[in-house]
């Protein structure tokens, strides 16, 4: 039976309906709030948050910002770095990735060590203080390889700082030596390993994985390897890959995981959230219809903003990748509660392998402009954020870019 509604039934669902959003905004006030006092947002909270509608967001931006401004004032920090990705050769057949290639396929390779320790001089001559090295699990290279990478750079360049290889590469390189994780990291550290990209994490969901990377490497496995590195005082980066056949609800498990990890080994030096890249990416070419194009920019801002908020006390730097999002949008996320630019980087092979068009280097001169345009204090730091200069007055040398670029300049955006 239809009952005609009146206009008093209006006004009493409507009142209803205010009171309703009255306490969602108490309730969402009240997570910011707690964050803003030193509380934890849970796991529960953290769905929440990515959830809100777009006339409530602004609150989660501003506490962000509020929170960056606590631990790291105004200044935000990048490193002289260089990328050396030492082989493209992987038989993994991880489903997001774009840079893996077969052995007799056109394009891979394989560097020798010799030219490892040639790019890392030319590094060096050029201000870098480190070196990032990651590659694919090569099917021929020898478990000795990561080892002896090492052993190599620091002969000619004793001061370098080594940042290398993934969990998926201990994991390979381990098995390869027949050695447990202690075991070879241990070795590598002895060797002159001074830290550890904490990639391969994608998103710390067994169900997630499976579909990602076939499970090859497992949660349990990243984290018992990112644990034992740490216990050997290996510090690592923490990174969440998102945007691609996962959901709000994967996103704030992975960051209460992180930061359960923090809690028991303090060893993670920053958080990089990496935007999947889909546009030569196998899961999105092969499954069109069920994989996203990557995160939408609302969700990028989402996600900084919210990694500040759950991980604050715990994991304090939070760190932008421009080669996945470009220095414009990087630069937004420096008031979201962004402290980090990241590397100069020099080379970039994974990133662009999946379509990324962002190009491979911002020189240090380059971040000072980008940081000063956001009204920052630039400084250049460590590997480990220890500060080695404060270009607040002053200039980095200004070296040309290390791969010509044709004309196109990172800094167009910057009137």
Not at 4 to 27: M, T
Not at 189 to 210: F, H, Q, V, W
Request: glycine share 6%.
């Amino acid at each position: 039976m239809f009952i005609k509604k009146s206009k008093e039934f209006d006004s009493l669902v409507l009142r209803d309906h205010n009171k309703q959003d009255k306490s969602f905004d108490d309730e969402v006030d009240s997570i910011l709030e707690k964050s803003l006092k030193g509380g934890e947002v849970t796991e529960k909270e953290g769905v929440v948050l990515f959830n809100l509608d777009n006339n409530l967001i602004h609150k989660v931006f501003n506490a962000a910002d509020k929170l960056r401004a606590r631990s790291n004032g105004d200044r935000v920090t990048f490193v002289v770095n260089r990328n050396i990705n030492f082989t493209n050769v992987c038989y993994m057949g991880c489903k997001f990735c774009g840079f893996a290639k077969k052995m007799d396929q056109k394009g891979s390779e394989l560097l020798s060590i010799d030219e490892v320790v040639l790019r890392a001089q030319e590094a060096w001559d050029r201000g870098a203080t480190e070196v990032c090295i990651q590659g694919g699990l090569h099917p021929k290279i020898s478990g000795d390889i990561y080892r002896d990478i090492i052993l190599a750079i620091k002969k000619i360049l004793p001061d370098m700082h080594i940042h290398a290889f993934s969990p998926f590469e201990i994991w390979f390189g381990s098995s390869k030596k027949k050695m447990t994780y202690v075991e070879f990291l241990r070795d590598l550290k002895e060797c002159g390993l001074g830290s550890m990209p904490g990639t391969a994490a994608e998103i710390l969901d067994i169900n997630i994985r499976k579909r990602l990377t076939k499970d090859k490497l497992s949660t349990e496995q990243w984290i018992e390897i990112i644990k034992t590195a740490h216990q050997l005082k290996i510090p690592t980066s923490a990174t969440i890959m998102y945007g691609h056949i996962d959901t709000p609800a994967h996103w704030s498990m992975h960051l209460v995981k992180l930061r359960e990890i923090q809690k028991e080994t303090g060893g993670f030096t920053e958080l990089v959230p990496l935007s999947f890249v889909y546009k030569d990416s196998p899961l999105y070419i092969e499954n069109r219809s069920r994989v996203r194009r990557g995160p939408t920019l609302d969700e990028v801002k989402r996600m900084h903003a919210i990694a500040r908020i759950m991980l604050n006390g715990w994991i304090n730097n939070i760190q932008v990748s421009w080669t996945k999002l470009g220095p414009q949008v990087a630069q937004e996320m420096l008031n979201l509660g962004v402290n980090d630019l990241g590397g100069t980087l020099m080379n970039e092979s994974i990133s662009r392998s999946a379509g990324s068009e962002f190009g491979q280097e911002i020189t240090a001169s380059e971040m000072v402009k980008i940081i000063r345009h956001a009204g920052k204090i630039p400084m250049q730091r460590n590997t480990v954020y220890g500060v080695k200069k404060n270009f607040e007055n002053c200039e980095p040398k200004d070296v040309p870019p290390l791969v010509p670029r044709n004309g196109k300049s990172p800094l167009e955006f910057i009137s």
